[in-house]
């Protein structure tokens, strides 16, 4: 396989178009070039990267250069009319259609481009050199749909995220055609893909260096961290330098060193109540011209908002938490409001028939009064319940349930910088009021699942945790004036 670097193209034969040339801008670095030269002798090749590691601009060169190239079609595949067929996946379409169809359409010369990309059947048909190239975009969510589909090459992107069912499923539509699988993503801790493509060729690099016979030899792996990648912009070591600090370590590790060291045990390990823990009676909190406390340390918040988790049985009984982020950026959890152990056949607190009825809705209004609250990020699982708040003419959102970031964000603000506690300042941006009693003893006791597959944590007792990163994810990735919230999505 000839690299896809920086090149003039012309087709060999072209029967109903003009012959055309162009040029492609592409400037790898050594291991975007040692990954596309593996494609001569492994028909599967993985990269696994930091962030911002420039892996989705070398998949899109891979691509490209199969779609102009057309390795193992032959002129009498074209002579029977079949296209060569390139399949492109991801986890969902929003990562297609944010990221890998606008980087594809950008490498792609409108010269050579034979049908532009059609929202419907998500494909782009270009002019290659023995015909035409059919490049789909899809989905990865549901491998079933891949089915029955024949393909030279596949680029599954963020692979990591992926069922273990679509890797098995790529492989199979490319037996019939000898096709290439390409796999670049950023690691996603110890999963399938640690247990089927990661250790597997670590064991192989053992036997290799014992003078034996590796098992996967179709297989070639690279990784390289963040900084490696030679097309960072100016000042993005400066930004990776601050994130080494404001990070935990695990987390800038696997992030940006594309680490795939596991998880164990605590789930927020920085956790401390001598460094997290402050005492309510010592603080007043002024919110918009309101004061609610009578401490001498005085704390002007910017805004206040809740999350809410909706709660099901005695285990899960339910919670309203309200946080509130200073004008220097802290964010404290100024109070919980928990509902009360339901019986066995009580709903959780859904909807007093009347205001003096306890109830979320009563709970919440009394919470807004009080805080000034101006967003409430829900569980988005019941889409009634929001709709039920929102009756009541409160700000309400369907919080982003994403896990794994939503619990980095948490722990980001978690995290302890230890010159700042030196020096007796700040060290932390996330703050629990003593009063919020079951948000310290959650945090205290959150762990990983033991015997998961992948990192999760126990699903116990969890409530205040999942409030908690309802609120400072959905906060944080969307802004005060972020993009409009999906009210009723579940």
């Known amino acids: 396989m000839r690299a896809p ?11 109903r178009s003009p012959k055309v040339r162009v040029r492609f801008d592409y400037n790898p670095f050594p291991q975007t070039i040692a990954l596309h030269q593996a494609g001569a002798c492994f028909r599967e090749r993985v990269a696994v990267t930091g962030a911002r590691g420039g892996k989705t601009t070398a998949g ?25 067929s390139i399949f492109i996946g991801a986890p969902d379409y929003p ?16 010269a ?20 035409i190239t059919d490049v789909y975009f899809l989905t990865s969510k549901f491998p079933d749909t891949w089915q029955g589909v024949k393909a030279n090459f596949v680029w599954l992107d963020e692979f990591a995220r992926l069922k273990e069912q679509m890797y098995d499923e790529a492989r199979t539509r490319l037996m019939d055609r000898r096709g290439d699988l390409l796999l670049t993503s950023t690691p996603h801790g110890q999963n399938w893909v640690y247990d089927r493509i990661y250790k597997p060729w670590k064991d192989d690099q053992e036997r290799i260096k014992r003078g034996e016979e590796p098992k996967r030899k179709d297989l070639y792996f690279t990784t390289w961290r963040t900084i490696d990648n030679a097309r960072l912009t100016e000042g993005a070591s400066e930004e990776i330098e601050r994130h080494r600090q404001t990070m935990p370590a695990k987390y800038f590790k696997r992030t940006y060193e594309a ?19 402050a005492a309510a009676a010592d603080y007043m909190f002024i919110i918009s011209n309101r004061n609610v406390g009578k401490g001498k340390k005085v704390v002007r918040l910017a805004r206040t908002i809740a999350g809410v988790d909706w709660g099901s049985t005695k285990d899960h009984k339910g919670v309203i938490l309200v946080l509130g982020k200073s004008v220097q950026g802290i964010w404290y959890v100024l109070e919980e409001s928990v509902a009360p152990i339901p019986g066995e056949e009580e709903s959780i607190l859904i909807r007093g028939r009347t205001m003096l009825e306890d109830s979320w809705t ?26 039920m708040l929102r009756e009541a003419n409160l700000q309400v959102e369907a919080a982003l349930n994403a896990h794994a970031p939503g619990l980095q964000c948490v722990a980001r ?15 932390t941006r996330l703050q629990v009021l003593d009063t919020c009693e079951t948000t310290i003893e959650e945090i205290r006791n959150y762990h990983w699942k033991d015997g998961s597959r992948k990192e999760e944590p126990e699903k116990v007792m969890d409530d205040t945790m999942d409030a908690l990163r309802y609120a400072l994810y959905t906060s944080e990735e969307r802004g005060v004036t972020g993009r409009k919230a999906n009210f009723d999505f579940a």
């Not at 670097?5 to 029967?15: G, I, K, T, V």
């Not at 034979?114 to 002019?127: E, F, G, N, Q």
């Open 60 to 84: 899109v060169a891979d691509v490209r250069h199969h779609a102009l190239d057309q390795p193992g079609h032959d002129l009498e595949d074209v002579d029977r009319g079949e296209p060569y």
């Open 112 to 131: 050579i481009i034979a049908k532009p990309y059609h929202h419907t059947d998500h494909l782009v048909k270009i002019h290659g050199r023995r015909g």
């Open 413 to 427: 603000f978690l995290h302890v910088d230890d010159d700042a506690l030196a020096h007796g300042d700040s060290s």
């Open 95 to 110: 990562t297609v259609k944010r990221v890998i169809l606008p980087a594809f359409l950008r490498a792609i010369p409108q």
């Open 259 to 277: 680490s795939w060291d596991a998880f164990e045990g605590q789930v927020y390990e920085e956790w401390s109540e001598q460094v997290h823990v």
């Open 362 to 387: 009563r709970r919440a209004l009394e919470l807004r009064a009080k805080w000034r609250i101006d967003t409430f990020y829900c569980d988005p699982a019941a889409p009634a319940n929001l709709r």
């Open 5 to 15: 670097f920086n090149r003039a193209f012309a087709p060999e034969r072209s029967r």
